[in-house]
């Protein structure tokens, strides 16, 4: 079975500090995406990297920023968090392919103070 | 860009067949259907995917029209572990990217 692991399941943080999310997948997908899930929102999409050091912008990139140095590995990071970035983080990995079902983590639910 | 509309919520009891529609008007010529089942503190799970006709596998179906603008995501005889989140989701591409639309999911209460 495939795992995607995100470091923390909760994390409580202040505004302005720079947080780091990180998410680990063991079945060598190349492609793994960060979503946040709101109330009445879904899932929405905030990047996404289909190798190694290459990313794009999924709907939502504003305020964040991401590193994929190891195929295994990708972070998310806020640079100066705000309250407005509380939210459930949700990580997914896929095999190559824009239809290949994803997998997800089980989350970190993130409070800005 | 492909959109999804799902109903928000549905309740049924236990036994039952229960059947969520997903509408997708713009689905890309190459683009599959797929489906995932989100419990609470979890992360989606996925259940099943398809392109057109009908896909089968051991704990739903997907019934997909000639015309692709939509789907109907069935559950038969659902229980109460059922109980769940729903999300129909389109693969849309752009260039040499592409972007995944989630729907807003809808929220199935199964009764005893």
């Known amino acids: 079975d495939v795992k995607v692991t995100q470091s923390s399941r909760y994390l409580v943080k202040r505004t302005g500090e720079k947080v780091f999310l990180e998410c680990v997948q063991d079945?060598?997908?190349?492609?793994m995406f960060w979503y946040r899930q709101d109330p009445g929102l879904g899932l929405r999409l905030i990047y996404f990297?289909?190798?190694?050091?290459?990313?794009e912008k999924g709907d939502i990139p504003e305020g964040y920023s991401v590193s994929r140095e190891k195929k295994e590995r990708f972070s998310l990071i806020l640079e100066s968090a705000s309250t407005n970035q509380t939210s459930m983080y949700l990580c997914?990995?896929?095999?190559?392919?824009?239809?290949?079902?994803?997998?997800f983590g089980d989350g970190t639910r993130l409070s800005i103070l | 860009l492909a959109k999804t509309t799902q109903p928000i919520s549905m309740d049924s009891y236990e036994g039952q067949e229960v059947n969520i529609t997903c509408s997708h008007n713009?689905?890309?010529?190459?683009?599959?259907i797929t489906w995932y089942q989100q419990f609470p503190s979890q992360g989606p799970r996925f259940i099943i995917q398809?392109?057109?006709t009908k896909v089968t596998n051991e704990v739903a179906s997907l019934f997909i029209p000639a015309d692709r603008k939509s789907s109907t995501l069935s559950l038969p005889r659902v229980s109460l572990s059922d109980t769940a989140v729903y999300y129909c989701?389109?693969?849309?591409?752009?260039?040499?990217?592409?972007?995944?639309?989630f729907g807003s999911g809808t929220r199935l209460l199964v009764r005893p």
């Open positions: 990297s289909y190798d190694v050091k290459m990313k």
């Open positions: 997914a990995s896929s095999s190559f392919g824009g239809n290949q079902p994803q997998h």
């Open positions: 398809g392109y057109k």
């Open positions: 079945m060598d997908h190349e492609n």
């Open positions: 989701l389109v693969g849309d591409r752009m260039d040499s990217s592409y972007k995944l639309i």
């Open positions: 713009n689905i890309a010529t190459n683009d599959y």
